[in-house]
């Protein structure tokens, strides 16, 4: 009779000490939950940074273009006079760098 009270009293004690652990895992848990949704709130402003700046590289490259294709018409129109081919060079010269930075730095083309 003895043996099966301190059988259930061993019982008792393994099933209240398996309730307790329970319920700090239960608080550790909870608060995994709560960082990992701040995590998520985080990430989501990444991805929404990284969309805007993708948005203004990509803005950066078509306006690279443009300026390009300005350039060959004003070539066209007066390369011929006296210090514009130069001064038309030198653009192009400083946009092909900006061009080379980008593909070296900036993977993100139009």
Known sequence: MEKEKDFERFVTLI???LHAVEGRLTARMDKMDG????????????????SEIKDQLRNIWLELRDINGSLD??????GGMGGYAKEIDELRTRVKVIEEYMRKNVPITA
Do not use: A, F, P, T
């Not at 018409?73 to 007066?78: D, I, T, Y």
């Open 73 to 78: 018409l004003l070539e066209e129109k007066v």
């Open 15 to 17: 099933i209240d000490e």
């Open 35 to 50: 960082r990992m949704d701040k995590m998520d709130g985080r990430m989501s402003k990444m991805e929404i940074d990284i």
